[in-house]
């Protein structure tokens, strides 16, 4: 069903308790979907998530011939069931010179990556194209690296971007046994940096073993990387032989509904009040939480309800998780470095947290000290430039942000409604929904 241009969020009357389900992560179902592709035999994805993304990749899958079923979750309808039949590590041929095998990625960063290294291990030629916006996402470091490996990876506008024609220099036939392609293969080793995208690295490493490539990664945080931690976790347990796999829920998605938890209960003249307890019976007084909220450690955001209140307790150093780290780390004096080091609240990107980031940054407004976010850089490398995007729209609603290099510092403010540009980002569009939860006028376009 297609959505109004404009859409009003009115803001909530009255408290809300709520326990909520949501849609299944993103970055494992597509992770999944490729391991299901290179698994032997039938593959079933319990709780997938059935957005943009995910359906690109699917469709891709299906372009490519795999047989990919598709069934609705009745337990959340944003989910999808998804049976893949696997070919036990055989990728179908693609076309010729003249006339590739299209694959379109849309705007999804993980297909148009994962994708990439996953045709190599097939036969013929492909070519992976997708909106404007993907035209100018960085790709480089992962087409170095396949070159490395053996594969002809050909830019079609000569700047290590999609779209890109790709052909394995390694042919095997459809029929072609995944022994035989095992014992066949040569070992081949790269290397790939992730200081643009960790993407790049799980690319590699889903198809690593089927393609015999050794990948070795490096680049901030290298190994460590939460997302490539991610990867290397998924194919460890994933059920490479056929069986059923359960995503988990989005920690980013739920990001914005723990969030709608906290920053509704905030008003102007309970946080100003100095009372401490009144505080934090207001703060949590809007109680909203996410069923089934991901404990296995993989995804990034799960640690996103702690960083809220965190957020939260800046307020005048209201709140018991920064006092207690003052208190030790400062002891007697702890008090006094609290009124003076205004470095203690940031919060970075690095910290344990992704696009939820995102959610933080923009209910920030409703704190009562400045807020500085840091290590924002690849925000500027994904569905939109999301740093600047954030500052506009911020400011659009009368929030004072100071853009000062990769770092976002949000001052108290007292907002008031407007038009939201999305850039055809969905988690802007989430981001400043949350907001109009408390800030009457705020209208999202696109």
């Known amino acids: 069903m297609s959505l109004p241009d404009l859409i ?33 035999g039938e593959v079933t994805l319990q709780g997938a998530l059935w957005s943009e993304d995910t359906q690109i990749m699917v469709e891709c899958l299906q372009e490519l011939g795999f047989m990919v079923n598709v069934a609705r979750d009745p337990n959340e309808f944003c989910n999808r069931t998804i049976t893949v039949y696997g070919k036990g590590g055989v990728v179908p041929p693609g076309g010729t010179e003249q006339q590739p095998l299209e694959l379109f990625v849309g705007n999804a960063g993980t297909a148009a990556r994962f994708l990439s290294a996953f045709v190599c291990l097939g036969k013929g030629v492909y070519r992976l194209h997708g909106v404007p916006r993907m035209h100018e996402r960085p790709q480089a470091a992962l087409f170095i690296a396949l070159r490395k490996l053996g594969y002809r990876v050909e830019s079609e506008n000569g700047n290590d971007k999609v779209p890109v024609k790709i052909c394995s220099s390694r042919h095997e036939s459809a029929q072609t046994s995944k022994s035989e392609i095992s014992q066949s293969r040569l070992t081949s080793a790269a290397t790939v940096s992730i200081e643009e995208s960790s993407q790049f690295a799980s690319a590699l490493l889903l198809c690593a073993e089927t393609g015999n490539w050794e990948i070795k990664i490096t680049g901030e945080n290298a190994e460590e990387s939460p997302y490539v931690a991610m990867t290397t976790e998924l194919i460890k347990v994933f059920p490479n032989q056929g069986g059923t796999f359960q995503i988990e829920p989005d920690a980013s998605s739920g990001s914005y509904f723990w969030a709608a ?182 209208k999202i376009k696109n």
């Open 261 to 442: 938890g906290i920053s509704t209960g905030l008003e102007e003249n309970v946080v100003n009040s100095g009372d401490v307890s009144q505080f934090l019976r207001a703060a949590f007084q809007w109680s909203v939480s996410v069923q089934n909220w991901p404990i296995s450690d993989w995804q990034i955001d799960e640690e996103f309800p702690l960083e809220m209140m965190n957020l939260v307790s800046t307020a005048e150093g209201f709140g018991l998780p920064w006092e207690l780290k003052m208190k030790v780390e400062h002891g007697a004096d702890w008090r006094e470095k609290l009124n003076t080091d205004e470095s203690q609240f940031a919060i970075s990107r690095k910290d344990r947290l992704g696009d939820s980031i995102m959610t933080l940054i923009v209910v920030a407004a409703f704190n009562t000290r400045p807020v500085p976010f840091t290590d924002l850089g690849r925000l500027r490398v994904q569905e939109c430039e999301r740093v600047v995007a954030l500052r506009t729209e911020l400011t659009k609603c009368g929030a004072k942000v100071i853009e000062v290099g990769d770092t976002l510092t949000v001052y108290p403010s007292k907002l008031h409604g407007a038009e939201i540009e999305t850039y055809n980002d969905h988690r802007m569009a989430m981001c400043f929904s949350i907001l109009g939860l408390k800030v009457p006028g705020i």
């Open 8 to 40: 009003q969020i009115v803001p909530l009357e009255k408290p809300v308790h709520a326990e909520i389900t949501v849609p299944g992560s993103k970055s494992i179902t597509n992770r999944a979907l490729i391991l299901a592709a290179l698994a032997e």
